[in-house]
């Protein structure tokens, strides 16, 4: 199938446009024409091409009669399901991503089987006109959408569904943004691309048993003179949900309840700082991955990276597990361990380092010390437990570095954030020391390992130059670690991922990408 002037499978192409489509969006579509497939790209299609490129969600409208046919090219190009958030959920829709393998980028179809419409949140009302879309339909930078008429038709009757009563008073008063958005103003007049009112008319009376079509042209009517005349737009919603009360999926009353609901969680989401909207999860549930290596490997510019990429569609967070991030007691008893520390060398230098004023000192700065680690570990405790229960509400979870301890307790491992207490101080056993040192060993000894643990294997000399103010041998030292890690993970039975980090940052995301979409 040929899509915007390209052939459908062909890496590269270009449309029309100039604008880059994504390669492997192109091939799954024609994939879905060679099938027989019968679809058309529904609404937003002013945005098609921003849609062919990937920018935007493409929606598709399929026939239910197809379905069997549409899950097997679904199939066979290797796409997941995901699922929204309860607010956005909606009957007879599923949402798919899938991955362009050469250039690392995702794409979102929006899939209908039926048309369900309606107030956001909500989608009240079901409108069933899905045969008359796909019968007439005519063909836009390659890809079926909707005759021009009766797109408009429905999006007409999406935007007054749309319309709130805040959207009345905000017109009315003329203040803030208009009821019906300014995008949703361009679409329609990219639609009727000056098309006379009689001629939308006639070819609208193919929807007249469900659409009003009368209704439909007073709508037009009155954004062309005013398109905030706040009193007829809301006498107009009326008329719409009196004409289409028999699609109503549950009664006013019961719509606007859930609307309320719905509102009201994401403004608490925001004032909690969580963000607004939650994004979907994919269908087989939340997976953590933890990434492992050498200071210079980029392990902090991955992580972000990566969960900026799967964060455009799914709920992917990165947690930390370092020690550059502490809790307010992890900061003030290492700020106790330093003012201990300084007080110890000035006591040595005026009366000697093992005199009866310098030793109690040593021990109250060793002592500061170990509970610093102890609470950086407890630190750790608290991020993981965080990072679980993200997992098991199905998001995707990206460990910036995660202890290992579970793998081995030699002290050249323990450099990989592992226990410190023992390999910086030492304590005999018995001691309070050993006590808090065996106390720390356990908390690491708990984390366990992640679902998927990614080794970003960097040359130390050139993750030295990334890094000049490090120490080459610390670094050749934390590279072992990382290797020898991950190869006791693997011998575990544990999901190892080695990287090549030595390459440049845009092919090791890549590597990355490709890596971690094939096993959600």
Known sequence: MAIGGVSAGAAGGRLATDLDAVPALLAWLGD???????????????????????????????????????AAVVSRHGLKEALPPPSAACPAV???????????????????????????????????????????????????VPLAELDLGVLVVRALLKYRARDVVKDVLRIRAPGIPAETLAEIAWLRDGRDLEVIRSRLAVLGAVVPVDLVCSF???????????????????RLRRALRE???RSRL??????????????????????????MTLHRGGT???????????????????????????????HYMGSKAPSPLTNWLYLGFRALRRSHRATSRRWG??????????????????????????????????????????????????????????????LLDGPQIAAVLGPPPGSLMGALARFEARLYRRFGLPDHLVLLDVDPAAAARRKPDHHLDLIRSKAR??????????????????????????RVLLDVKRRVWDVL
């Open 94 to 144: 599923q949402h798919y991503l899938g991955l362009d393998h050469e250039t690392g980028q995702l794409f979102h179809l929006h899939v209908h089987f039926q048309l369900v419409l309606g107030e956001r949140y909500v989608k009240n009302h079901r409108l069933p006109v899905e045969r008359e879309l796909l019968d007439g339909s005519r063909t836009l930078h390659g890809i079926p």
């Open 353 to 414: 380092e093992g005199s009866v004023a310098a030793r109690p000192i040593a021990a109250l700065r060793d002592l500061a010390l170990a509970s610093h680690h102890l609470s950086v570990a407890l630190d750790r405790r608290r991020h993981h437990a965080r990072a679980a229960h993200d997992a098991r509400a199905g998001r995707i979870v990206i460990f910036d570095r995660h202890p290992l301890a579970c793998l081995s307790g030699r002290l050249e491992h323990q």
């Open 247 to 249: 699609r109503q999926r």
């Open 32 to 70: 879905l024409a060679d099938a027989r497939v019968r679809h058309c790209a529904w609404k937003s299609n002013d945005h098609l091409l921003a849609a062919l490129a990937g920018e935007t969600d493409l929606d598709l409208l399929i026939d239910p009669d197809d379905a069997a046919r549409f």
């Open 288 to 318: 953590t991955f933890a990434l492992i290596g050498a200071d210079g490997s980029g392990k902090s510019t991955i992580a972000g990276e990566v969960a900026c990429w799967l964060g455009w569609r799914l709920e992917a967070r990165v």
């Open 254 to 279: 019961r719509a606007g309840a859930t609307y309320a609901r719905a509102l009201w969680r994401c403004r608490l989401r925001r004032l909690l700082g969580h963000g607004g909207e939650r994004g």
């Open 481 to 506: 670690a990382a290797a020898e890690l991950a190869a006791l993970a693997r011998a575990t039975g544990a999901h190892v991922m080695c990287i090549d980090a030595n390459q440049t940052l845009d």
């Open 220 to 238: 037009l009517q009155v954004v062309d003179r005013d398109p905030r005349s706040g009193r007829e737009l809301m006498l107009l919603r009326g």
